[in-house]
């Protein structure tokens, strides 16, 4: 007997399909798994269906997975995830359900809508929000639900996934979070799609490995992009503001007049130190610099010395100036010359043109201040 072919497969497979629907209401567990997966398979073998005959499977095989355990829903869900036609009501049951059955549909089905996945990111908990986050391609407004709901976890998920596409604000808020958390650092920094500006927020935060991957980012930048950066983050800059030191006026008046008189030089820096004068040490520098003083602050406050290596090294000044306000900024940690001798290797292998490029992110700052 000759096998029948593929129009008489469909025709019998079509004739099966009320036959298929009508046992949808079986009581018996174990014969509605069976129903479950001869239908499915009906869905997978029949001809192209139309938008009611779609609607149709979806509702039947939604009603028979309702009692089955997770396993099947599982197995299920899994075997309809890449399907593009399947049906749209199923995939967003799944979408909702356990883990187990939602996280192949939320990482892969194209059925889902931004919509749908938008709701699940309000509603279900960070194993369903980092599954999403995992999909090939997750619009800004997804993302934008993802970083407003998702743990730490799911954003470092998110922001390891260069198919995620976040906004600005969305962006800034990660990197808010990253700040604090050095879990993120690695994700944050090496995110392609991060604005350059938003990377060099980053530099006081992270590690020297990090550090040094920002640096050579920013030198091999091209001018323009790195002007339209600077450009991008002057909005943030300027919001960004702290309290100043109850000296500062008086500093500053004396700091200036100096500067008017050609007798501000680094040389002077090293006396403030000497005498304590942190708030006219803090202003030099920056002036020298050509940075804000809240940078110049940060940088004593928590005695970064690879961040001081940067600025010093953009007003090229000599190395041995640099040792001295190493040693001067550790003041009594332990073996203060051993650690800047350290830096000081480092500080002999920044280049004036990466040490000047990162410089620009951080002059921003100074910018916005005197606006």
């Known amino acids: 007997m000759n096998a029948p072919s593929a129009v008489e497969s469909a025709t019998i497979q079509a004739s099966r399909l009320p036959d298929l629907i009508a046992l949808a209401s079986e009581e018996s567990s174990e014969k509605r798994r069976l129903l479950l997966r001869e239908l499915t398979d009906h869905f997978f073998g029949a001809a192209e269906q139309n938008a009611n005959e779609n609607a149709l499977y979806g509702d039947v095989l939604a009603r028979l997975c309702d009692d089955m355990e997770v396993v099947v829903r599982a197995e299920l869900a899994a075997r309809f995830a890449p399907a593009a036609n399947a049906p749209h009501s199923l995939i967003r049951r799944f979408a909702h359900d356990a883990v187990e059955v939602a996280e192949p549909v939320l990482r892969v089905s194209p059925v889902l809508t931004d919509d749908d996945l938008i709701q699940v990111a309000r509603k279900r908990g960070q194993a369903h929000l980092r599954a999403v986050s995992g999909r090939a391609v997750v619009s800004e407004a997804v993302s934008d ?77 091209d001018p323009e992009l790195l002007e339209a950066a600077l450009a991008a983050g002057r909005a943030r800059v300027a919001a960004e503001d702290g309290a100043l030191p109850a000296d500062y006026a008086e500093n500053l008046a004396y700091v200036d007049e100096l ?89 002999g292998e920044l280049t004036r043109d990466a040490a000047l490029r990162t410089l620009r992110f951080w002059r921003m700052r100074r910018g916005a201040q005197a606006a």
């Open 259 to 347: 500067q008017a008189a050609g007798q501000l030089t680094p040389e002077v820096l090293i006396r403030f130190l000497r005498a304590n004068g942190r708030t006219p040490f803090l202003i030099a520098l920056s002036k020298l610099a050509d940075v804000d003083f809240h940078t110049a602050r940060g940088i004593v406050e928590r005695k970064d010395l690879d961040v001081l290596s940067v600025v010093c090294k953009a007003a090229d000044m000599d190395r041995a100036i640099y040792l001295t306000y190493a040693v001067a900024v550790l003041g009594s940690e332990d073996n203060p010359m051993g650690k800047a001798a350290a830096y000081g290797r480092m500080y």
């Open 145 to 221: 639900v993802i970083v407003e709901h998702g743990d730490d976890d799911t954003l470092n998920a998110l922001l390891r996934n260069d198919g995620a596409r976040l906004s600005r604000a969305a962006s800034e808020t990660a990197v808010e979070r990253a700040k604090v958390n050095p879990a993120l650092h690695a994700a944050t920094v090496e995110r392609k799609s991060l604005p350059a500006d938003l990377l060099n927020e980053m530099y006081f935060a992270v590690e020297a490995r990090l550090r040094q991957q920002i640096l050579e980012q920013n030198a091999r930048m």
